[in-house]
């Protein structure tokens, strides 16, 4: 050892590897990282071995348990009765069948750790998952949320009575008295249970204990005992809660532990054979069954044979079975299909005896033979002369899809149980075939290929483990053509079956019938056999017919070892060509060949090792194959399985036998009789050649005379002299031998590895060798032994690894020397482990890249040599003898001495494999510490100074290596860093503790003074939580941190450190000290690692340490022997410090959380909106510059702080918020607070919505970052691709892990799909940890001059958490602290920012009886207190009033039932409270109760028309108006219309609403003397505000300027940008007057925008659409002839709201009884009938007078402050709506509206409708204008549009419209041109109009010739032309009349005498 030693060279460090993440911004930086990491912080860990026992007696139930570890043996799982083992003398077997045998029969030697099932390394999912159905047993919490909310029926006094509210009294803004909707009478109600303890008097003291009593114990009942609402037990696995949300599939400390050894099993089916026969049943059938893969062409299955012959047929065989072994008259059979697909076929192939040609034999099967007593005769002649040769007779096929759809079917079809395949006999068969296998299955339908129908294969596995036993009838077969036998032709059909071609091949069908049943395999199969005739436990009845299990041919044989001894060969006869062959005998033509197992020349030599087929002996000495009658070439399909010896010697062979059977079919007298059989040639085949077996293909020549002596030692193809072979010795014999064996590896480099240890270590060295040569041979092997085939290897790897283990400890001699071999074999030890984790095949890797072969090799399989010890040597120190003996080294200390001194190649190799070595080395120092009685030695004892310093060495070097290498290769230093923190935590339960600390303490050292010196080293600093995180998984992790006891004192471990003793019952600070740190090692270290990466500003680095301690949490919650609260105090001790980290990290989380979920109570206008500023209250929490955490690391830091909230003792909390500085306490509550926030309960839809979306997202980002950190190679990355199969693999290149899983890991559920009732349960059970917490937090703070405001702060915390969704169990224990702190706090409790009213009054409406209840008694105890305190409860009446009015009109989940029996509650409190029976205070509650009773009868008519939005808004409205007097109900009011309308979009209307509050508030300042008027030129409403009651002082500019840019921001989103600029005309001067020069500066930057926006959209903008509804008939109530202007939103058509309206009250009255009246004309409502409803809707338009046009000159100015609107109606005198253009009249309706258009409603009523008559001519001149303005305004255009100016003229003087004006000249002009008619104004106006028209024209069609190009001059010839026409038509008509008098004025208007007025 010491000679290895001195050459040993400490790696050095190779230059630091710095790597530059480009990718900073995406992971995070390590700015700062030197300087929160300080080398001579480095704790001296304590001499574990030296302190524990005096700090932790053995009594105390965290200490280290004395033997926590045990070598057990485990007997080897077999599925046999006994082990499958040979018969013959294994003593003359070679070594390698022997050491095979042994490895398959030896038990396993296994090192048990008593209490790993605690570690949260296996922490595996069996295990979760039982550990949530426990959770989920709990009792169920009840939400709100959850329940669903049933609208409840509300007595209605009818639909007139709720109508009536809009009626003209409610529109005119009029308050109907409120008590006259007396239907719903309080008194009248019921009450909820009253709380017995509400009046009793007791101590503040006193009832905190109550209240804990009852949070902690399953208390009797919060209502004294009889009443139901009882809290059930508390959760004590808070994070077991909590786990199913991490995402810790991939955890680092995960490590799967190994599977013991079993068998691979496909997809195992049993096939049961009931029933085979033909038509004609007068002779024995026998029959074989067999998969095959149709497209891989590929036999699947050895042979099942079986006849089902009766017993008379089976009597015409007796002369030639002598007898039938029980095994061979199997029925049954499981077939075991691995690679299950659409092109499997089960198919059956039937043979008969020898009789003649196949034809004929056919013959009497397929006609219906008359003549049955000849056949019968000629095969019982054929059964006693042939009875032992078979001939081919018919075939049929069974595809699996056939068998998975009969089961279907089954499923679905329950009459019938059959699946028939039914063939009736006709040439067409195999086209029935096909057709009624589509029938089936609907596999084999003729349109399109099966394989676009077939379902995927890995759809089809599952279906064939779930199917249903399915029975299938074959009703005809296939007649076996003697020239299609092979294998190939039934692949063709197979396909043709599956496949149709055009022209399918005709088979000629034979009549039969196959039954068969098949059915998933059970796991126990009774009677069953091996394919080696093995019995299977448990084996029942000796006399019952064997099932035997058919050996699988797999595709892909699955790379996994050998479990048991097999050695079987299936020889397959192909071809024989005797066309050559002449003799004097006779042509060679009905040919068999006998086939021989020999183990000499002799015939007597002929081994009985041949398998028998069906109902015959068990093993033949000779098998034959069938006969094809008159056939010298045939080719075959025999398939003869052999039981090889497992003494294979030189001597064995294959002896074939050519012979030719007479079928003699005529009778004869015996004397001429032939010979039944004549020898026609033979051959042979060795088997055996310098010990490695003969198999594959052959052809062969055949020997015309018997072989000659020791012929079986060379090959048949050796032409020996003197000897005569058929057709001159040409192979014409085909024969293929298929080995599936477990004793012959058949790879060169295994062989000839196993004969190089066989030859050295038994001493028999081949000659072709020679001793000289040896140790080199031996060399070579080994070195050569990486390069066999990788799948084979890992098939004998328990026997490469044994031996290899066995030559590295007990080299062997040559010539008495022994070999220095140990390089060598380390080195391909390691080269063996890299080749079996990289195969691609066959092998499952866990996430840190471990081959589970490798796992279970080590942990089971694996035979460690050991010295030779007699019973006197057991113990320490180990005698010389043993340790000088050179038989044997010792394991460990061998692999540890190697590892160190390697260098080159094999220090890479062994580095890349440092996992499989160091699991080695502790498995073999587990099984040191047994064999040598070290494990009774005291720890320090029980290993060598030696070996100590080689693994001191080791790690410092794996160290090096990891920090060298980090940034060249992420995946090697990736795999090295957790191999060797596995290796530590492995060894603290075997070595010296106190040694292994120094060793973590040496990595962190060494890693720490990397990271200090690396300006970005985020994968180092991984790397360390990484390695952390595994140490930190241990068993024993509690004890090992030595946590403190709960009475005795002791000194601190390290004195060094630490000089003063502490008592261990004084709970540790919330620091981190020195002395906390020293003591508590590992706790320690990964509070600082903790405390560090929370510094840093590396999201990624964040998250890593913050889930390595939650995970560690997670585990100790599952740990049942912490399960005890007081030892779970102590272990919550050891992480006190916590919560100082997490109030140092307040301001990333107040950041973090403020990002995702701003606090606020729901609908309020911002009075609440601050509570309390942890960061004022805090001058530490400074605003850094560090972004805030994500919502992960935010998450889950808080719920450790939970859990350490939870955990932890009373005492060492208060101790705690003692010494906290009074500033850092409000940051502690608002921690809490954000608790509540973290870990609501969203409800169960939301949850079930999360889940159905994409729930990986998270895990998915954390992937890319690490890929990130660690470069796209890392090995955990890849892994975890795989899990999610989403590797890009290259077909044919080797990979490092299989995509598949194979057995109980495959794709374990996705972790992210909690049982609904674990979330309920977490945010219950984190709320009440949290109350408690914070009543120990305000009771500790009691008498500090602070308390005051923590009492105050805590009832925020409280308000706030009640307003999140809370259980119906959690919510009472919260109204009891309520009412607790109410006592405490006094006066300060009900300020006017408080929202306690709010909230209590929030659950008064509560559906649960019991949250309803606890409310109502925290509101009446609420009242009584500040009663007694002031004989006054005016605030809280106020606060009350004001609550509700906000409530009932945003909260959609309020039920005003709810409320009523909470207010009927506190009216009976009122009433049976003794001590103030005698004072006012129970009326005074009264009429309080009754006034908020009125605002709740206003909510019920609300919650009536909550569908119908323009009816509900009247209500709101109605209801603010009521408050005019009351400003603050008021705002309140106009604030929730606000919301409604911001709900539905309507951002002019809440804009509206929002500046009448600002108006009201203006109004109560009287701001700058104006008050209310101010906002006039916002809109003219504003005038309504001017009324307020100036009272109410309390109102300021802050509230103002809120509204106000509240209300400019949704004007600005509804396009009001004009509007925008009137409110901030008032807000500038309330911000210069205040010098707020950052929200002028805001103002004027939104100026600006408004501004840019109105240019920008100059043209294109568009406003609201309105329309006249008026309502007639009875159903409508009041509303019964009313009219109302409707704003609805831009471009809304007609069609639109009439769809509507009419669908809206075709709901609520029926859609027959809705009619939509749809002309504009007056509607005489007694004409219409009473019984429907009638709604007549018209488009009105706003109307303007001359002058307000003048003012008015934008298109938004005449959209804005409207209360006019106009809508017309043609009619004529004589009733008709359209006449003639002389009699054609118009009627115009102006409509007046009470409110200017925008309002704070979208419907308003009309007040006032004027009409005005336009005569024919007035219509005609309106007309004309109309036209003339539109060509005015297309030809002054800028710039111009050449395709609206030839639009409008066509339109005007096109030829077939320019009609329509010179009519209406002809008619009104012609008469005064021609002096039939004097000229009037109206006329001259006409006259004029039409001269301006022409004008107008013609300037167009001017401009038009200037814009147009060549290709339009011939249009505008021919508009010119058209013009002409049209001027030259007119002229005579507009000439001025010579009488003319007056100039007509021509304008807009025209003045009113000329006009009808008709009101």
């Given at each position: 050892?010491?000679?290895?030693r ?29 300087s ?32 926590d570890?045990e ?39 296994v ?30 919490q ?33 308050l109907t ?60 696995d ?26 691979v ?5 049993l ?11 007068v ?15 590929k ?22 079975v002598?007898?039938?072994?029980l095994?061979?008259m ?13 092109d ?7 043979e ?23 056949v ?23 595809s ?15 009459g ?12 067409s ?25 077939a ?18 009838t074959v ?7 003697t ?90 006869v ?6 050559a ?8 033509r009905?040919i ?19 398998f ?5 002996p ?10 094809l ?28 036998t ?34 490695k ?66 030859a ?12 000289a ?21 890992s ?10 283990l ?34 691609n ?16 090799y ?51 190799l ?61 995946r ?10 596995f ?24 890693m ?16 360390k ?53 020293s ?12 405390t560090g ?43 006190m ?7 140092d ?9 403020g ?11 911002g ?59 409000p ?18 839809k ?14 998915d ?46 794709a ?25 917490a ?6 500790s ?36 602290t ?11 409790c ?26 109502a008694?925290?509101?009446y ?9 002031g004989?006054?409860?005016s ?26 029996r909470?207010l ?9 409270d ?8 129970p ?77 009201l ?9 104006r ?41 600005m ?5 004009e ?22 500066a ?11 926006r ?21 159903l ?18 007609l ?21 939509i009246?749809?002309d ?12 429907k ?20 000159t ?82 002054s ?79 505008q ?11 030259e ?8 009349h ?14 009113k ?7």
């Amino acid at each position: 050892m010491t000679l290895g030693r001195k050459y040993q060279q400490p790696s050095g460090n190779a230059g630091d590897a710095r790597k530059v993440y480009a990718s900073q911004s995406k992971v995070g930086t390590l700015s700062g990282c030197s300087s929160s990491i300080s080398l001579c912080d480095m704790i001296e860990p304590p001499d574990y071995e030296e302190v524990a026992d005096r700090l932790m007696g053995p009594r105390d139930p965290l200490a280290y348990p004395p033997h926590d570890m045990e070598l057990c043996t485990v007997p080897r799982r077999i599925r046999t009765v006994t082990h499958v083992l040979t018969d013959e003398d294994l003593s003359k077997a070679p070594m390698f069948v022997r050491d095979c045998i042994r490895t398959y029969t030896s038990d396993y030697t296994v090192v048990e750790h008593k209490h790993r099932q605690h570690s949260g390394s296996t922490l595996g999912r069996e295990r979760l998952s039982a550990r949530l159905e426990r959770l989920a047993t709990a009792p169920r919490q009840l939400y709100e949320v959850d329940e669903d909310q049933v609208p409840e029926s509300q007595p209605s006094s009818g639909r007139q009575s709720v109508a009536s509210i809009s009626s003209s009294s409610s529109c005119n803004e009029t308050l109907t008295p409120r008590g006259s909707w007396a239907s719903l009478d309080l008194r009248s109600s019921s009450s909820d249970p009253l709380l017995p303890d509400l009046f009793e008097r007791r101590p503040p003291e006193q009832q905190d204990a109550i209240n804990e009593a009852r949070r902690y114990d399953n208390c009797s009942s919060l209502f004294g005992g009889s009443s139901p609402f009882e809290l059930e037990n508390r959760q004590a696995d808070l994070l077991g809660l909590y786990s199913p949300y991490l995402d810790e599939e991939e955890a680092v400390e995960r490590r799967l532990a190994a599977e013991m050894p079993s068998e691979v099993a496909g997809h195992r089916i049993l096939v049961h054979c009931h029933q085979l026969k033909l038509e004609l049943d007068v002779e024995p059938l026998f029959a074989s069954m067999a998969l095959y893969d149709a497209k891989e062409k590929k036999k699947l299955s050895e042979n099942f044979y079986f006849n089902l012959n009766s017993e008379c047929t089976r009597q015409m065989l007796s002369a030639h079975v002598p007898h039938a072994d029980l095994s061979t008259m199997s029925r049954s059979a499981v077939f075991d299909i691995m690679n299950p697909s659409a092109d499997v076929f089960l198919v059956v192939r039937v043979e008969k005896v020898l009789q003649g040609d196949v034809n004929e034999c056919v013959e009497p099967y397929i006609k219906d033979d008359k003549n049955r007593e000849k056949v019968r005769a000629g095969a019982q002649a054929a059964c006693s002369r042939l009875g032992k040769y078979r001939m081919p007779l018919a075939w049929s096929a069974v595809s699996l899809l056939n068998i998975l759809s009969g089961s279907d079917r089954d499923e679905r079809d329950t009459g019938t149980n059959t699946n028939s395949l039914d063939r009736k006999a006709s040439s067409s068969s195999l086209e029935q075939l096909r057709r009624r296998a589509g029938e089936v299955g609907g596999s084999l339908t003729r349109k399109g290929s099966v394989e676009r129908r077939a379902p995927p294969a890995d759809e089809l596995a599952p279906q064939l483990d779930a199917m249903k036993p399915v029975s299938i009838t074959v009703t005809s077969f296939f007649k076996q053509e003697t020239d299609k036998l092979r294998d190939e032709d039934l692949y063709k059909f197979l396909a043709e079956i599956k496949r149709p071609s055009s022209a399918p091949k005709k088979l000629k069908c034979i009549p039969g019938t196959l039954k068969i049943e098949v059915a998933p395999c059970p796991e126990e199969v009774k009677n069953g056999l091996t394919p080696e005739l093995a019995k299977l436990q448990p084996y029942g009845d000796e006399n019952v017919r064997p099932t035997k299990e058919v050996l699988p041919f797999p595709i892909h044989p699955v790379a996994a070892p050998h479990l048991q001894y097999r050695n079987l060969m299936y020889v397959n006869v192909r071809d024989i060509n005797l066309n050559a062959y002449t003799s004097r005998a006779g042509s060679a033509r009905n040919i068999t060949v006998r086939v021989q197992l020999m183990s000499g020349e002799q015939q007597a030599s002929a081994l009985p090792a041949i398998f028998g087929r069906s109902s015959c002996p068990e093993y033949t000495s000779e098998a034959f194959t069938t006969v094809l009658y008159h056939n010298k070439n045939p080719s075959l399909y025999d398939e003869i399985k052999i039981k090889l010896p497992a003494d294979l010697g030189d001597q064995h062979h294959l002896l074939f036998t050519f012979l030719h059977i007479s079928c003699q079919r005529k009778p004869v007298a015996p004397e001429q009789e032939k010979n039944v059989e004549t020898v026609v040639g033979y051959s042979w085949l060795p088997l055996c050649r310098n010990g490695k077996l003969t198999c594959g293909e052959f052809n062969l020549p055949v020997m015309q005379e018997e072989p000659p002596p020791n012929y079986s030692y060379i090959f048949p193809d050796v032409l020996l002299p003197g000897t005569r072979w058929i057709d001159n010795h040409k192979p014409i014999f085909s024969v293929t031998l298929d080995a599936h064996t477990t004793v012959h590896p058949l790879d060169n480099y295994i062989e000839r590895f196993a004969v190089a240890c066989e030859a050295v270590q038994e001493g028999n060295i081949p000659t072709r060798i020679g001793l000289a040569n040896m140790e080199a041979e031996l060399r070579a092997s080994i070195s050569e032994l990486p390069t066999a085939n990788v799948e084979i290897l890992s098939r004998y790897l328990p026997y490469v690894l044994d031996k290899l283990l066995h030559l590295l400890v007990a080299p062997p001699s040559l010539a008495g020397a022994p070999l220095n071999i140990a390089q060598d074999v380390f080195t391909c030890l390691a080269n063996v482990f890299t080749d079996v984790c990289n195969m691609n095949e066959g092998v499952t890797c866990d996430s840190h890249g471990r081959s589970s072969l490798i796992t279970a090799y080590i942990q089971y399989q694996c035979t460690i040599p050991r010295p030779s010890l007699a019973d006197r040597d057991i113990g320490l120190p180990l005698p010389p003898a043993v340790m000088s003996d050179g038989s044997c080294k010792i394991l460990h200390e061998e692999l540890a001495l190697q590892w160190v001194v390697a260098s080159g190649a094999t220090r890479d190799l062994a580095m890349h494999n440092s996992w499989a070595l160091f699991e080695l080395m502790i498995k073999s120092m587990c099984e040191y510490l047994y064999w040598s009685g070290a494990h009774e030695a005291p720890r320090k004892a029980r290993f060598p100074d030696q070996f100590t310093d080689d693994i001191t060495t080791l790690v410092n070097n794996v160290t090096t290596e990891i920090i060298s290498r980090y940034g060249k290769n992420s995946r090697l230093t990736q795999s090295l860093n957790n191999s060797l923190a596995f290796f530590l935590f492995d060894l603290v339960s075997i070595a010296d503790r106190g040694y292994v600390f120094n060793l973590i303490r040496s990595y962190h050292k060494q890693m720490s003074a990397k990271i200090a010196s690396l300006p970005d080293a985020v994968p180092l600093v991984q790397y360390k939580l990484a390695f952390l995180r595994i140490i930190c998984s241990h068993e024993h992790y509690v004890a090992l941190n030595l946590p403190w006891g709960s009475s005795s004192g002791a000194a601190s471990p390290a004195p060094s450190v630490h000089s003063h003793a502490s008592h261990s019952s004084a709970p540790p600070p919330h620091a981190l000290t020195h002395e906390h740190r020293s003591r508590h090692y590992l706790a320690g270290l990964l509070l600082h690692d903790l405390t560090g990466a929370l510094e840093l500003q590396s999201p990624v680095l964040q998250c890593a340490a913050v889930n390595a301690l939650l995970s560690l949490l997670t585990a100790h919650d599952a740990d049942p022997r912490l399960a005890a609260p007081e030892v779970r105090a102590r272990v919550a001790q050891l992480y006190m410090p916590l919560l100082g980290i997490v109030l140092d990290a307040a301001p990333m989380l107040s950041r973090s959380a403020g990002a995702r979920d701003v606090m606020q109570f729901d609908g309020e206008m911002g009075q609440f909106n601050s509570l309390y500023n942890p960061s004022a209250n805090d001058p530490d929490n400074k605003q850094t510059g560090r972004p805030p955490f994500n919502s992960e690391t935010h998450r889950n830091l808080l719920m450790c702080l939970v859990w350490l909230l939870k955990s932890c003792s009373r005492a060492a909390l208060a101790q705690c918020c003692a010494e906290l500085p009074p500033q850092r306490l409000p940051a502690l509550l608002h921690l809490l607070h954000l608790c509540f926030i973290a870990h609501e309960y969203k409800g169960r839809k939301e949850l079930l919505k999360c889940q159905q979306q994409n729930v990986r997202k998270t895990t998915d980002i954390k992937a890319k970052l690490e890929d990130v950190i660690l470069g796209q190679g890392s090995a955990r990355s890849d892994f975890i691709m795989r899990r999610k199969g989403g590797s890009s693999a290259v077909p044919g290149r080797r990979e490092r892990w299989r995509k598949d899983w194979r057995g109980a890991r495959d794709a374990p559920p996705s972790p992210l799909a909690p049982h609904p009732a674990l979330p309920a349960a977490l945010a219950a059970e984190v709320s009440l940890t949290l109350l408690h917490a914070l009543e120990t937090i305000v009771q500790s703070c009691s008498n500090l001059e602070s308390g005051q405001a923590v009492c105050s702060a805590a009832l925020q915390v409280v308000l706030r958490a009640m307003q999140r969704n809370q259980s119906a169990a959690v919510l009472q224990h919260m109204f009891a602290t309520v009412r607790s702190l109410i006592v405490k706090l006094g006066w300060s409790c009900c300020g006017e920012e408080s929202g306690i009213c709010r909230v209590l009054l929030r659950h008064c409406a509560a559906l649960c009886p019991a949250t309803r209840a606890h409310a109502a008694a925290a509101l009446y105890a609420l009242m009584r207190h500040h009663y007694q305190l002031g004989n006054n409860f005016s605030r809280v009446k106020m606060q009350v009033t004001m609550s509700l009015s906000s409530l009932v009109g945003t909260s959609t989940t309020f039920s005003e039932e709810s409320l009523r029996r909470a207010l009927k509650t506190i009216l009976v409190y009122a009433e049976r409270d003794p001590d103030l029976q005698q004072t006012s205070f129970p009326e005074q509650v009264k009429d309080l109760v009754f006034n908020l009773h009125m605002i709740l009868s206003d909510t019920v008519k609300m919650k009536e028309f909550q569908e119908d939005p323009e009816m509900l808004l009247d209500l709101m409205h109605r209801i603010a108006r009521g408050y005019q007097h009351s400003p603050d109900l008021r705002l309140t009011w106009l604030n929730n219309m606000a919301q409604k309308h911001m709900e539905r979009s309507n951002h002019t209307e809440a804009g509206m609403c929002l500046v009448h509050g600002a108006a009201l508030v203006a109004e109560q300042m009287n701001a700058r003397g104006r008050g209310a008027a101010l906002l006039e030129r916002v809109t003219h409403n504003a005038l309504d505000e001017s009324c307020a009651d100036t009272l109410h002082h309390h109102l300021t500019h802050h509230e103002l300027q809120a509204l106000l840019e509240h209300a400019a921001s949704e004007l600005m989103t509804a396009g009001m940008y004009e509007a925008v600029n009137e409110v901030y005309k008032v807000l500038i001067p309330i911000a210069e007057e205040h010098r707020d020069y950052k929200k002028l500066a805001n103002i004027h930057g939104k100026l600006n925008e408004a501004f840019t926006r109105i240019d920008q959209l100059h043209g294109k903008r568009v406003f609201g659409t309105y329309f006249r509804v008026s309502f007639y008939g009875a159903l409508f109530g009041d509303l019964h002839g009313e009219e109302f202007i409707y704003k609805e939103h831009a471009l809304t058509k007609l069609p639109e709201i009439f769809s509507r309206l009419e669908n809206f009250y075709g709901q609520r009255f029926g859609a027959d009884n809705v009619v939509i009246i749809k002309d504009s004309n007056i509607v005489d409502p007694s004409t219409l009938p009473a019984d429907k409803a009638h709604i007549q809707i018209t488009y009105v338009e706003p109307y303007f007078e001359p002058h307000e046009l003048r003012t008015r000159t934008t298109h938004s100015e005449r959209n804005y402050n409207i209360k006019r609107f106009m809508y017309a109606t043609p009619f004529t005198v004589g009733g008709r709506a359209h006449g003639d253009i002389a009699e054609q009249c118009k009627r115009k309706t102006i409509l007046t509206t009470a409110h200017h258009f925008p309002y704070v409603k979208t419907r308003i009523q009309v007040v006032a409708r004027t009409q005005i008559i336009l005569t024919p001519i007035e219509v005609a001149i309106e007309d004309i204008q109309k036209k003339i303005n539109e060509l005015a305004a297309a030809t002054s255009q800028e710039p111009a549009d050449p395709k609206i100016l030839q639009m409008v003229v066509q339109g005007c003087i096109g030829t077939t419209v320019n009609q329509g004006p010179l009519e209406l000249a002809q008619v009104f002009l012609a008469p005064v041109a021609d002096g039939s008619q004097p000229p009037t104004r109206l006329t001259n106006k006409l006259r004029l109009a039409f001269k301006d028209f022409s004008k107008k024209c013609h300037d167009a069609l001017k401009k038009n010739k200037n814009l147009i190009g060549s290709d339009q001059r011939e249009y505008q010839r021919e508009l010119e032309r058209n013009y002409a026409r049209f001027a030259e038509r007119l002229a005579p008509l507009v000439l001025p009349h010579h009488q003319h008098q007056h100039a007509a004025q021509l304008s807009n208007g025209v003045s009113k005498p000329d006009y009808k007025l008709q009101a």
